[in-house]
């Protein structure tokens, strides 16, 4: 992990099963991905005057440009920044998260100005498992039914993680304040952005989360 003003290797993030689309990439197509990935650290750079809190939402390989982000952010060559940023990131298991390390190193060595909150995803949503004794009235899924803790849970700061997706409560409690020096930024996948913020591309859905917490959407990035 580097800043802009130093130099370093390309390095592919990717993660099963996009990985056989992206390994036989050719030089061509390379370089369009590397050009395609600099626009918008640029625009960062940019877009950072003014700006005194970064909402992060990830979920997955997500982090990519996150992580490139905050490497930026808190590089050594910017002593005078003091840009806040919270991190909510999504994975599918502790196992799962990407950059775990580099997040805790830049957490340890930033405790003022970096906060992760990991979300861990349950696949027990929407699942009945009702109990042997579950009267008829019991609802579905069975609200008697308590799905067991992901693996490793206890291996994340009890302050900051979540037993759940990314969704609008938890944006609600730990992302800043809407307001105009504060920006989102937000990468996963189609459903991650149809839920948060809208379709990619598209102007901020106001029945998304962060339309519904009013966010306003030239304050909302999405990658």
Known sequence: MRSMSESGRFVRT??????KHVTPMKLDSIRFFMNSMTAPRLFWIAGFSGTNTITMIAVGV?????????NELLAPDHPLDTTKIVLLLGNRSVKDIIYFRELTKLEEM???RLKVIHHIG?????I??????CPRTCRAPCSRFVPPLPENWNSLDPSKRENS???????RKYAFTPASDNKVFVCGL??????????RGEPLDPNSALGRLGFANENVIKF
């Open 110 to 112: 930033f405790p003022e």
């Open 190 to 199: 189609p459903s991650v952005y149809e839920k948060v913020c809208g379709a």
């Open 14 to 19: 990717v993660r099963e099963p996009i990985t």
């Open 122 to 126: 349950t696949r027990w949503t929407g």
């Open 128 to 133: 009945i498992s009702h109990r042997d004794d």
């Open 165 to 171: 997706w990314i969704n609008e409560e938890s944006i």
């Open 62 to 70: 997500g982090i990519a440009p996150m992580i490139q982000a905050l």
